[in-house]
């Protein structure tokens, strides 16, 4: 059976994940995500058979993850923007040597230290596989309690299935929202798929090795090109996007999380007074939905990225699109969270400027 909760966004992650059988955690404390990582420890006390370590620091945490992921378990981290900045190092080798895990990154403002407030400024440090060489990570983005049940699943079941870190990217407003959770069941660890290339001990059969140093350059070339082809893999399965409102828009708002929260919500007003505008809110940053934006293109020709950044997300919009559509920006960065009233305004603006409701 089922069970509803009301609880903030960050135990929300945690729960989920421990239902989706994680049963190693390596964090460090940072701000404002510590309540992941609090439930995280009585979690995996009270479960008995996992394993919750405070490391010294996030590159150690990230490192631990790195050899519970080579032992076969479901691994996760995670931290907020300058602590993912330092474990990088480690999800390019996580990468490198094919490895599944969860990074899980509260947002806050930045860059530097920053503030503790919500932002999204960690999109391209996410999208852009945020490390050292030829990489990427399937980058997810949920906008509600739910939604962060639901794709922390999700995500753990990504990471094994194409054996590659995926990255959970949220914000403080997420993780610290109370809302009503339906969990799953959790999941028989029994019953996930095997791992038949974890190092679990030979026990009589050949050695197996698992590295990320490959001094032969046509090696790591041909190694190079295998995470292309199952990059492109991922490209073709796995783009997920919510459309509100769009079948008949003349102007498209496209936002993430909390964002796209707060751009359902001034489009609800423009609705109400007669604007044709919809919402297009990518769930999976990496892979983009871009067929999906190739797709409204033939018949939205205005369409408005809104960030809480100084824009970083809109690139990949103008990308995705190819000059089909004229894409605009309207970002709030440092931590300062926009109003519905307020994007309502940029939204009804634009629409009267470009002579929307005449067409």
């Known amino acids: 059976m089922n069970d509803k909760m009301l609880m903030r ?11 989706a059988g994680c049963r190693f955690y390596a964090g460090y404390p940072i701000t404002p995500q510590n309540e992941l990582t609090e439930y995280m420890a009585g979690a995996m006390a009270r479960l008995g058979d996992g394993t919750f370590i405070q490391a010294e620091s996030e590159l150690a ?4 993850v790195i ?11 995670s931290s907020s923007s300058p602590g993912v900045s330092l474990k990088q190092e480690g999800i390019s080798y996580l990468a490198a040597q094919e490895l599944p895990a969860l990074i899980v990154n509260t947002m806050r403002g930045g860059p530097g230290l920053g503030n503790i407030a919500p932002s999204q ?4 440090q996410a999208t852009r596989g945020g490390g050292h060489g030829d990489y990427r990570t399937i980058v997810l983005a949920p906008a509600s309690g739910q939604e962060l049940a639901d794709i922390t699943r999700k995500a753990f079941d990504y ?8 990255m959970i990217l949220g914000d403080g407003m997420m993780g610290q929202m109370m809302e009503p959770v339906v969990f799953p069941e959790p999941l028989d660890l029994k019953k996930l798929p095997p791992k038949p290339w974890i190092l679990d001990g030979a026990k009589g059969r050949p050695s197996r090795i698992i590295r990320s140093l490959l001094l032969d350059v046509s090696v790591e070339e041909d190694q190079n090109w295998k995470l292309v082809r199952k990059y492109e893999q991922i490209d073709r399965e796995i783009p997920a996007a919510e459309r509100y409102l769009t079948d008949d828009a003349r102007l ?8 796209a929260r707060i751009a ?3 489009i609800k007003r423009m609705r109400d007074i007669g604007l044709k505008v919809g919402l297009l809110r990518p769930i999976t940053l990496w892979p983009f939905p871009n067929r999906t934006l190739v797709e409204m293109s033939r018949w939205v020709r205005h369409f408005l990225v809104y960030e809480m950044s100084t824009g970083q997300m809109v690139e990949d919009v103008r990308l995705g699109l190819e000059g089909r559509s004229q894409v605009h920006f309207y970002g709030r960065p440092g931590g300062v969270v926009s109003t519905p009233e307020e994007i309502s305004k940029v939204i ?9 409701q005449e067409e």
């Open 9 to 19: 966004g960050s135990h929300v992650i945690g729960e989920a994940a421990v239902r």
């Open 61 to 64: 945490a990230i490192n631990m």
């Open 67 to 77: 050899g519970a992921a080579m032992a076969g378990a479901r691994a996760m981290t």
């Open 121 to 124: 400024g960690d999109y391209f």
């Open 159 to 166: 990471a094994d299935t194409y054996r590659t870190p995926v």
């Open 252 to 259: 498209v708002v496209v936002a993430y999380g909390t964002a």
């Open 264 to 266: 359902k919500g001034a």
């Open 348 to 356: 009804n603006t634009l629409y009267h400027r470009q002579n929307l």
